[in-house]
Structures are given as structure tokens and as C-alpha cells.
């Protein structure tokens, strides 16, 4: 190898090992939960089985409003959302706000109009789940980590390939060597697990991004237009409200930032909840849907589906005195990179390809999980003691600049992650001015 490209090979390993520095901790805790989070139906309705699940039966559900007053008789409030039985074996869900401003998911049986059981909205073991993957937990702008995140490991992955390719060697590019208690077993381990599991990486962490706080939300509004929500030549002539569909309901990323539009005629009844459920069913919304009630007399009923089928996504709002479809969305409405962005979503999501898309993320996930342990042994084997065990700089630093220089590039594209990389150089020269010093003395 020459020197040139050894310095090269210098310069991508250091960088490498900053990324893993940065990316390894949380990438370990996003697989594990994402991993988990791709069964999450599956997982919740097994572990609420008792109030989720009820026995199929030929006799006709009660009506949707009286499942609504079972669950008000219940619990104290006022309903915000029904979900009509996704199948014929799961129960209803009416959401409760409570006069203190708490929710809860109320469960009845459809059938009889019996309550099954109750817990706190969005309170379900993989709804924390979720929370721990988005770092939601940890408030409205640890999104902001997820981005750098995104970004710096989209950069482990590109060097990781880098220093993988195989340069004329055969041993440790697709088979692994020794045996655990050497170093070259976790190296070869480390290297062939990335070639596997890079793509998906890669594919996961671009995926992931349209939930950042600064890149997501930027290309949000670029995708929708004009900050609506609502593709181009799709939105109807109605008064619009300034509240947002994500307030009221679940929603498809691309629709977070849509206003919803205003009921019209305050002087003529509502038409309630079943009339309301009567026409979703007539125009043909897939099951699995959920009813979100008006929140005023301006309010809309609005129906909205994300199935795993992306075809059939759809959200429609109806005026709550006449009936009337006021917007009736479907996936095919949406612009190029919306349909784009939202295939990314669902597939990184387990849903596009059913038990297929599932079963192929979670052996990504946990390829993942080894990745990071192996490089961990790793560099713990390969250290010396008491130090952090940096990779050593090129004897030329403009080698380092020149990598930089590349890498910035993509610190354009994720903002973010640019200003962690110029924080991460400049630690980077002072550790290279500290170990200069340490030579020298």
C-alpha cells in the first residue's frame, strides 16, 4: 500500500471510528426497539388480548353510537375518536377525553355493546415503544438527535465500505478467520455482518429521516406545497380551520402539516356518529379505520386509513350537518416525492410487504445489534490501555481535510449533521495537537 493511500485509509478509519463513536450507543437502542416495533399489532394484541379480542359472532354489531354511550357510561368525558373492529375478532375502540384532560382508550365488544376493558390512550407497551425509538420521551427536540444520528451513520456506512473493499485480500471480505478470542474473528465478523447489513443501514437511516425536526420538516413543506399538507390541485374550495389533521388524528407523514377544513351549516343538526360511520363504510374505506368527531361546530368527521397496503391509504372529511365529503385523499393524489417518501416510511415501517417486510427488517435489526457488539470487542482488544484508542492520523493532514472536504457534502444536505461535523473536527485537532505534544515530550 502506498503512502498516499495509506493515509487515505488512516484518514477514512478515524472518521469511521468517530461516526461509530457518535451513531453505535443509539443505533444498539433504535434497533432493538424498531425491532420490536415491527410486530407491534401483533405484540399488543396478544398482550391486551383480554380487552382487545372478543369471539367472532353471525349476529349484527350494535350500533356505533351505542358503543360510543357504553364507553361514556364507563368512563367520564367526551369521546374524540371511534375505531369501528378492524376484523370480526377485535373489539371496538372509543377514545375518551377526560374532564381533567386525560384520555383514555375505551374497548367494547361490538357485538354486544359490553365494555371490555380500558387503559390510557396511547398507553400500550409498543406505543412506549415507539416513544423510546423516536426519543419522544425525551422531548420535542431529541428529534434533533435522531437527524444527526441519520446522518453520521449513513457516513460509518460508506467508510465501513470503503475500508471492507477487498484491495487484492480474500481472507476476512466474505468469510471470518480465527476464533473468538482473537482480534481478526471480531474484525472479520465486524466487516462481513456490514457488507450484509450496510444496505439495509443505509436504507433505514435515509428512511428515518422524514421524522427529524429540521430536514424532515423542510422537505414536509416541500413535498406538500405551501406548508397545506395537501398535494397540488387536490385541495377542495372550503373554509379551512387552523387545526392540523396530526392534532386530532394518526396521520401519514405527508399529511402532518394538513389543515382541516370547516363544517358549514352550524343551524341544522349533526348527523351523528353512525351516519357518519354509514357513509365511510359507503365510500369505501378500507377497515381498520378510525372516526375522528368533530371538535366544535365548525368541526368535520374524518375518516383516515394507513394500511399496510399503500394503495388503499386514504383520509376523508365530511361536513357534520349535511354528510358531505368536504376531501377525499388517496395515495394516488399525492405528488411524486410524497408517494416516494411515504413508501420509504412504510416499508422502513414493516408494513408495505407484510410478514415478508417484517421477518427481513428484524434479521437487519438484529445484524445490526451484532455489528455494533463486534466493533465494540473490537476496539476493546485492539486499545491500549488507559487511552481512547483513536485510529492514528495520516502523516499527511491534508488527507484528513480531503475526506472532510467530501463528507461535507452531505453536512449540506442534513444541516444538522454539518454543525456536528465541524464540532467533531475541531475536537479531532486538538486530539491530533494533544498527541503532537505527547510525542514531543
Same mark, same amino acid.
Given at each position: 500500500?502506498?503512502? &498516499?493511500?495509506?493515509?487515505?485509509?488512516?484518514?477514512?478509519? /478515524?472518521?469511521?471510528?468517530?461516526?461509530?463513536?457518535?451513531?453505535?450507543?443509539?443505533?444498539?437502542?433504535?434497533?432493538?426497539?424498531?425491532?420490536?416495533?415491527?410486530? &407491534?399489532?401483533?405484540?399488543?394484541?396478544?398482550?391486551?388480548?383480554?380487552?382487545?379480542?372478543?369471539?367472532?359472532?353471525?349476529? $349484527?354489531?350494535?350500533?356505533?353510537?351505542?358503543?360510543?354511550?357504553?364507553?361514556?357510561?364507563? $368512563?367520564?368525558?367526551?369521546?374524540?375518536?371511534?375505531?369501528?373492529?378492524?376484523?370480526?375478532?377485535?373489539?371496538?375502540?372509543?377514545?375518551?377525553?377526560?374532564? !381533567?384532560?386525560?384520555?383514555?382508550?375505551?374497548?367494547?365488544?361490538?357485538?354486544?355493546?359490553?365494555?371490555?376493558?380500558?387503559?390510557?390512550?396511547?398507553?400500550?407497551?409498543?406505543?412506549?415503544?415507539?416513544?423510546?425509538?423516536?426519543?419522544?420521551?425525551?422531548?420535542?427536540?431529541?428529534?434533533?438527535?435522531?437527524?444527526?444520528?441519520?446522518?453520521?451513520?449513513?457516513?460509518?456506512?460508506?467508510?465501513?465500505?470503503?475500508?471492507?473493499?477487498?484491495?487484492?485480500?480474500?481472507?476476512?471480505?466474505?468469510?471470518?478467520?480465527?476464533?473468538?478470542? &482473537?482480534?481478526?474473528?471480531?474484525?472479520?465478523?465486524?466487516?462481513?455482518?456490514?457488507?450484509?447489513?450496510?444496505?439495509?443501514?443505509?436504507?433505514?437511516?435515509?428512511?428515518?429521516? +422524514?421524522?427529524?425536526? $429540521?430536514?424532515?420538516?423542510?422537505?414536509?413543506? #416541500?413535498?406538500?406545497?405551501?406548508?397545506?399538507?395537501?398535494?397540488?390541485?387536490?385541495?377542495?374550495?372550503?373554509?379551512?380551520?387552523?387545526?392540523?389533521?396530526?392534532?386530532?388524528?394518526?396521520?401519514?407523514?405527508?399529511?402532518?402539516?394538513?389543515?382541516?377544513?370547516?363544517?358549514?351549516?352550524?343551524?341544522?343538526?349533526? @348527523?351523528?356518529?353512525?351516519?357518519?360511520?354509514?357513509?365511510?363504510?359507503?365510500?369505501? #374505506?378500507?377497515?381498520?379505520?378510525?372516526?375522528?368527531?368533530?371538535?366544535?361546530?365548525?368541526?368535520?368527521?374524518?375518516?383516515?386509513?394507513?394500511?399496510?397496503? %399503500?394503495?388503499?391509504? /386514504? $383520509?376523508?372529511?365530511? !361536513?357534520?350537518?349535511?354528510?358531505?365529503?368536504? #376531501?377525499?385523499?388517496?395515495?394516488?393524489?399525492?405528488? +411524486?416525492?410524497?408517494?416516494?417518501?411515504?413508501?420509504? @416510511?412504510?416499508?422502513?415501517?414493516?408494513?408495505?410487504?407484510?410478514?415478508?417486510?417484517?421477518? @427481513? %427488517?428484524?434479521?437487519?435489526?438484529?445484524?445490526?445489534?451484532?455489528?455494533?457488539?463486534?466493533?465494540?470487542?473490537?476496539?476493546?482488544?485492539?486499545?491500549?490501555?488507559?487511552?481512547?484508542?483513536?485510529? +492514528?492520523?495520516?502523516?499527511?493532514?491534508?488527507?484528513?481535510?480531503?475526506?472532510?472536504?467530501?463528507?461535507?457534502?452531505?453536512?449540506?444536505?442534513?444541516?444538522?449533521?454539518?454543525?456536528?461535523?465541524?464540532?467533531?473536527?475541531?475536537?479531532?485537532?486538538?486530539?491530533?495537537?494533544?498527541?503532537? &505534544?505527547?510525542?514531543?515530550?
Amino acid at each position: 500500500m502506498s503512502n &498516499k493511500t495509506n493515509d487515505i485509509y488512516r484518514a477514512v478509519w /478515524r472518521w469511521h471510528f468517530y461516526a461509530g463513536l457518535i451513531a453505535i450507543p443509539f443505533l444498539i437502542s433504535l434497533a432493538v426497539t424498531g425491532g420490536l416495533y415491527l410486530f &407491534k399489532d401483533e405484540i399488543d394484541r396478544w398482550l391486551y388480548a383480554d380487552m382487545m379480542r372478543v369471539q367472532a359472532q353471525e349476529n $349484527v354489531m350494535v350500533s356505533p353510537q351505542v358503543q360510543r354511550d357504553a364507553a361514556l357510561a364507563s $368512563v367520564d368525558g367526551e369521546a374524540f375518536r371511534y375505531v369501528p373492529p378492524p376484523n370480526a375478532e377485535l373489539a371496538s375502540e372509543v377514545d375518551v377525553r377526560r374532564p !381533567d384532560g386525560t384520555q383514555v382508550a375505551v374497548f367494547v365488544d361490538p357485538y354486544s355493546g359490553e365494555v371490555t376493558g380500558d387503559m390510557p390512550y396511547r398507553g400500550s407497551v409498543m406505543w412506549i415503544v415507539r416513544q423510546l425509538h423516536s426519543l419522544n420521551f425525551f422531548g420535542a427536540n431529541a428529534s434533533m438527535i435522531i437527524e444527526i444520528v441519520g446522518g453520521w451513520t449513513i457516513l460509518l456506512v460508506l467508510t465501513g465500505l470503503y475500508l471492507w473493499w477487498p484491495r487484492g485480500r480474500r481472507g476476512g471480505v466474505m468469510s471470518v478467520r480465527g476464533k473468538p478470542g &482473537k482480534r481478526v474473528f471480531w474484525r472479520d465478523l465486524h466487516a462481513v455482518t456490514g457488507v450484509f447489513v450496510g444496505g439495509f443501514i443505509l436504507f433505514l437511516a435515509i428512511t428515518g429521516m +422524514p421524522w427529524s425536526t $429540521v430536514w424532515g420538516s423542510k422537505v414536509n413543506e #416541500l413535498a406538500n406545497g405551501h406548508n397545506f399538507g395537501y398535494p397540488d390541485g387536490v385541495r377542495v374550495n372550503v373554509p379551512m380551520s387552523d387545526a392540523r389533521l396530526a392534532e386530532n388524528a394518526e396521520t401519514a407523514w405527508s399529511l402532518e402539516q394538513a389543515q382541516l377544513p370547516t363544517s358549514a351549516d352550524s343551524t341544522s343538526p349533526s @348527523i351523528g356518529l353512525d351516519r357518519a360511520v354509514a357513509t365511510f363504510d359507503d365510500l369505501g #374505506l378500507a377497515p381498520g379505520y378510525a372516526v375522528s368527531l368533530p371538535s366544535g361546530p365548525d368541526g368535520v368527521y374524518t375518516g383516515s386509513i394507513y394500511p399496510d397496503d %399503500l394503495s388503499r391509504q /386514504r $383520509v376523508v372529511h365530511l !361536513d357534520q350537518y349535511s354528510g358531505e365529503p368536504l #376531501l377525499d385523499m388517496r395515495y394516488a393524489d399525492y405528488g +411524486p416525492l410524497g408517494r416516494g417518501l411515504e413508501w420509504g @416510511i412504510n416499508v422502513h415501517m414493516g408494513q408495505q410487504y407484510g410478514l415478508a417486510n417484517q421477518l @427481513i %427488517l428484524a434479521l437487519a435489526c438484529a445484524g445490526i445489534v451484532l455489528l455494533c457488539v463486534s466493533s465494540g470487542v473490537m476496539w476493546w482488544k485492539r486499545r491500549p490501555a488507559g487511552r481512547l484508542g483513536v485510529p +492514528p492520523a495520516p502523516s499527511d493532514p491534508r488527507r484528513l481535510r480531503g475526506v472532510l472536504a467530501l463528507l461535507a457534502i452531505g453536512g449540506v444536505i442534513f444541516p444538522l449533521v454539518g454543525a456536528s461535523m465541524i464540532v467533531m473536527a475541531m475536537v479531532d485537532a486538538l486530539v491530533r495537537r494533544q498527541g503532537t &505534544k505527547q510525542a514531543l515530550a
